[in-house]
């Protein structure tokens, strides 16, 4: 049987950043391989600075300056595979409607029925003539969302997208992210420093060193998701991973629940 080609396969042996004049630089990222499957819902869980952001930009094509390699699978016509990015911040051109916003990725001849039947699937049907500055924090982030899966992404990137938000806020991002998923199958690497958050939402957790960032360990989630919303089967999970990988994880996320 012929081996099966992974979704995303990274080997960065590399990247550092030049300081000032005469200091030594600072190494970023050295020896991290990951390999991810088709499909595969994935959350990097590392401590904050360690380079999770980084290495989403290396995958992305955002940063070329490392030594190694960044493999992604092709699609099936052979065409490059498509990768969509949900940053830390929505980066909504302010002077664009919430439509327009989303239409820009898109081919023109498509734009219009994408970005209505996706506006419809994050709840803001009625948001297309919306102006960034007229959204709430919630509102722009499901906008990023949406113009992120817009394009059928083969991978998609999603750097700590729920942070800064209210709990009530944040339970309603990851539920209509993983509705989305399920309907529009794709391979998923979520960068976070919250273990619960990992835990509900991901097939298996990767966690990362302080920097210089590799992989120090690995955790797959074997609890159905249906299972996994706030209550105490979840707190159980991270206690129970905690206990297990305490070593590891100590040094890889460190925020309590929320």
């Known amino acids: ?65 490392y030594v190694g390699e960044v493999r992604l699978a092709a699609r099936p016509d052979g065409c490059p595979a498509r990768v969509g990015y949900v940053f830390q911040e929505p980066r909504l051109l302010p002077w664009r409607t919430v439509h327009e916003n989303i239409a820009l990725v898109l081919p ?11 506006l419809t699937a994050v709840g803001l049907a009625g948001a297309h003539d919306l102006y960034p500055p007229q959204l709430s924090v919630g509102m722009s982030r499901r906008v990023a969302i949406a113009r992120a899966f817009a394009i059928e992404p083969d991978l998609l990137l999603m750097d700590e997208p729920f942070v800064s938000l209210d709990h009530d806020t944040v339970e309603q991002l990851r539920e209509l992210l993983l509705k989305l998923w399920r309907a ?50 979840i707190e159980l999970l991270r206690d129970e991973v905690l206990r297990q990988h305490r070593e590891l994880i100590g040094s890889a996320a460190t925020s309590a629940p929320r």
């Open 1 to 65: 049987m012929a081996a099966v080609t992974p979704a995303l396969h990274a080997d960065i042996r590399d990247k550092r950043y030049a300081r000032a004049r005469g200091a030594q630089s600072h190494i970023a990222l050295a020896g991290l391989s990951l390999e991810i499957a088709a499909g595969e819902l994935v959350a990097l869980v590392g401590p904050s600075g360690c380079g999770k952001t980084t290495f989403l930009n290396i995958v992305a094509g955002l940063d070329r300056d």
């Open 108 to 118: 023109p001849d498509r734009a219009d029925a994408i970005v209505r039947d996706m």
């Open 184 to 233: 529009r199958p794709t391979t998923v690497l979520f960068v976070t420093h919250d273990l619960r958050e990992a835990l509900m939402l991901a097939d298996r957790l990767v966690l990362l060193s302080a920097p210089p960032a590799h992989v120090v360990g690995e955790v797959p989630v074997s609890l159905a998701r249906s299972r996994r919303h706030s209550g105490p089967e």
